[in-house]
């Protein structure tokens, strides 16, 4: 599966919308400041002012304008505030003139309370006894305040309004430098604060991609005991969970494909079994039914006839009774029917014991059996079907016994193993029928194997036998004979 491209990273979303707001609140705040700032200080210079002249009020109904410490208190105020005033009392007399230029405000007060003062001016607030506003004086803005109190006390006071504009283009400066930085500093912190987000959210990614590919051996451990590490040990359980369906499904699924396999497997050898049977059992019943109907139509007339005729159709159904039992126990042990009995045995006593029972069969062919004297070798098997095994080799040993007529038993001990073999002297096996010779119905000489009535089911039945108890076996050519051989596991 394509491999997604990451178009939008967290990390770079979360870096540039950080940028982002504080670069909106910078602007913001530089607005507010350009529109209101001004409007602000101005309020807060008149505060200032009507804070000064409630001093001035305060000191006059208390008769203290001509003490040191109301001069101490106008003086700090002017100090402080940057303002400039001028009072006088009832006889125009001054009796405070703050030292930033409060004497050339003298005449600016006596204009106004005579009236012919002729400059632009924009009132602000209007008291009782004062009247606050803006003016225009060479060239200068000010923020002024004029009254003549009850007592006969009169005064002015003005603040300069061009430092306060002054004063908001630095501030929004300084603003502006200060959030450039900020904004820079936020986003490389936010940059590194979002890679400890992103990393185990990475993480988490490249864990799923491999749960994709069917790779579970990758687990999330993260420490941080946040949401995501929930999530990370959601995705572990959820990595086990289907790394445990998929083993089952796997498990189910190879156990289906086996059983197919076995029912076709199946098919086809009751297919190819049928077919054998009935090939082989086309010619004995052949002879038995055209003998049958001869002596039912009364074809020979003697005696001796009549007995030949009998004798070859029991001679046929022998055959035939002994190919079917043969097959049944094939049929069983290939089918999985038959159950091995694994039990310790003595492989030298059962192979004398038949040698011994079949002296009766090598002496009516003429044949010499030679075996040493072994002493007991017990194995692992089941007795009765390693004698079927053995009776096989022995028997196709007779059969295809010639030249010296001699069948050679051997009992070889290995390390772990113990090799049984049946050799008579005879014609090689040709090449190219050794890889069939385990093959049910497989005849190397047909026309010898009907003479002594052989199946070509018996060396089928020892493959079966050899295979359900997982050993070896097999044939060797020599110049002067055939050897077939077994192994069992040594007790």
């Not at 400039?84 to 004497?103: E, P, Q």
Request: aromatic share 10%; hydrophobic share 40%; with cysteine.
């Amino acid at each position: 599966m394509e491999k997604l491209p990451v178009k939008h990273s967290i990390r770079r979303q979360f870096a540039l919308i950080f940028i982002g707001l504080m670069t909106a609140a910078i602007f913001l705040c530089w607005l507010i400041n350009s529109m209101f700032l001004e409007q602000y200080y101005i309020r807060s210079k008149t505060e200032v002012i009507i804070a000064a002249y409630e001093s001035i009020r305060q000191a006059a109904n208390s008769d203290r304008y001509n003490t040191e410490e109301f001069e101490r208190e106008l003086g700090d105020v002017c100090g402080i505030y940057n303002i400039t005033i001028y009072v006088t009392d009832v006889n125009s007399r001054v009796r405070y003139a703050s030292s930033n230029g409060g004497v050339e405000l003298e005449k600016r007060l006596m204009a106004y309370l005579f009236g012919f003062l002729t400059d632009t001016v924009h009132v602000i607030r209007e008291g009782d006894d004062y009247i606050i506003q803006r003016v225009h004086v060479s060239g200068n803005e000010y923020l002024e305040m004029y009254g003549r109190l009850n007592s006969g006390i009169s005064f002015i006071m003005r603040t300069p309004v061009e430092s306060i504009r002054e004063s908001v283009k630095v501030a929004n400066r300084f603003l502006a430098y200060i959030g450039m930085f900020a904004a820079l500093a936020g986003g490389i912190i936010i940059w590194i604060v979002s890679g400890k987000i992103t990393e185990p959210i990475l993480e988490l990614n490249s864990i799923s991609e491999k749960m994709v590919h069917l790779d579970f051996e990758a687990k999330y451990a993260g420490g941080a005991h946040n949401e995501i590490d929930l999530l990370g040990e959601n995705i572990n359980k959820l990595s086990a969970s289907l790394e445990h369906s998929i083993s089952e499904l796997k498990t189910a699924n190879n156990e289906l494909q086996k059983d197919i396999e076995k029912k076709e497997e199946i098919d086809e050898m009751r297919k190819e079994f049928l077919a054998n049977v009935s090939h082989e059992l086309k010619t004995p019943i052949a002879l038995i039914q055209g003998y049958a109907e001869g002596l039912s139509e009364g074809i020979s007339e003697d005696a001796e006839s009549r007995n030949f005729y009998c004798e070859v159709i029991m001679d046929e159904a022998v055959k035939m009774n002994r190919m079917v039992q043969k097959l049944l126990t094939l049929n069983q042990l290939e089918f999985g029917n038959d159950v091995v009995a694994m039990e310790r045995f003595d492989l030298t006593a059962m192979v004398e014991n038949y040698v011994q029972s079949a002296g009766i069969l090598t002496r009516q062919n003429g044949i010499q059996v030679r075996m040493e004297k072994y002493p007991p070798v017990y194995v692992w098997g089941d007795e009765y079907k390693i004698e079927e095994v053995f009776t096989n080799y022995f028997t196709n040993a007779v059969n295809h016994c010639s030249g010296d007529r001699k069948i050679v038993i051997t009992l070889t001990q290995e390390e772990k193993s113990v090799r049984a073999g049946v050799f008579n002297t005879g014609e090689p096996i040709p090449g190219e029928a050794v890889p069939h010779l385990w093959e049910k119905f497989y005849k190397v000489d047909k026309a010898r194997t009907r003479e002594y009535g052989g199946s070509g089911v018996g060396l089928s039945i020892v493959k079966a036998i050899m295979e359900s108890m997982n050993q070896k076996y097999g044939v060797e050519n020599y110049t002067n004979g055939v050897l077939f051989w077994f192994e069992l596991e040594k007790a």
